[in-house]
């Protein structure tokens, strides 16, 4: 099992709070990936990173930001969280190379109030 | 950008039964990579099986098989001799070979339960 973490798994909050999802990873891998995904739908990529200092947004447009300050971490906030942030989030990372296989965190589960 | 599509959103067999899911998806270019992934209820989504578009052989994983039609562009998951613990969604995802970049593109997903 891959060895990417998320905290929390499982967040209720009420609306307007600013809240920070945590992602960290431990293989060293340079790409990592913030995905929202509802209940048993389709995944969503909202931001990603190839590296240090390099964040891109993804194909859903969200009003979360992310960082890259560390090779291992990569945190998404929500400046003032509303009810339609409520979903799950997954962290992903891969490394460049052949495959580019994603390795998924156990997801957080947002919801808001 | 590619597109995946998984036609079937919820498949259901018996144990020991074998099911095939389906995976279309459309592009323009002829390296990458396609993979199917599983994600259990409430847990974490995990790497079931992987094919590079140049080979012709169909990967296998144990239980687990792909049957890849490049001409056709389909990717499908054969689960053999199926286990209440293959109960999940399945995700059918692809990548591009060209360039550096690691983007998937996933499809919308397939349910799968085993009927014991």
């Known amino acids: 099992e891959a060895d990417i973490y998320q905290t929390p798994r499982y967040l209720v909050i009420g609306t307007g709070k600013k809240i920070t999802l945590e992602c960290s990873q431990t293989?060293?891998?340079?790409?990592m990936y913030w995905y929202q995904q509802d209940p048993g739908m389709e995944l969503h990529l909202i931001h990603y990173?190839?590296?240090?200092?390099?964040?891109e947004k993804g194909d859903l447009s969200s009003e979360s930001t992310v960082s890259r300050i560390r090779t291992e971490h990569f945190p998404l906030t929500l400046e003032s969280a509303r009810p339609s942030h409520t979903s799950q989030y997954l962290c992903?990372?891969?490394?460049?190379?052949?495959?580019?296989?994603?390795?998924f965190g156990p997801g957080t589960r947002l919801t808001v109030l | 950008a590619q597109t995946v599509t998984q036609s079937q959103p919820e498949m259901s067999v018996q144990e020991a039964e074998t099911v095939t899911l389906s995976c279309t998806y459309d592009t323009s270019e002829s390296d990458y990579y396609l993979f199917w992934y599983k994600q259990p209820p409430s847990r974490q989504m995990i790497l079931v099986i992987r094919q590079e578009a140049y080979k012709q052989q169909n990967a296998t994983e144990n239980r687990f098989s792909v049957n890849f039609q490049k001409a056709a562009k389909s990717f499908s998951l054969k689960i053999s001799d199926s286990q209440l613990g293959d109960a999940a969604m399945y995700f059918c995802?692809?990548?591009?070979?060209?360039?550096?970049?690691?983007?998937?593109?996933f499809g919308t997903g397939t349910s799968l339960t085993v009927i014991p």
């Open positions: 293989m060293g891998h340079d790409k």
């Open positions: 995802a692809y990548r591009s070979g060209i360039g550096t970049g690691n983007q998937f593109y």
């Open positions: 990173s190839y590296g240090v200092n390099s964040t």
């Open positions: 992903a990372s891969s490394v460049t190379g052949l495959w580019g296989t994603q390795y």
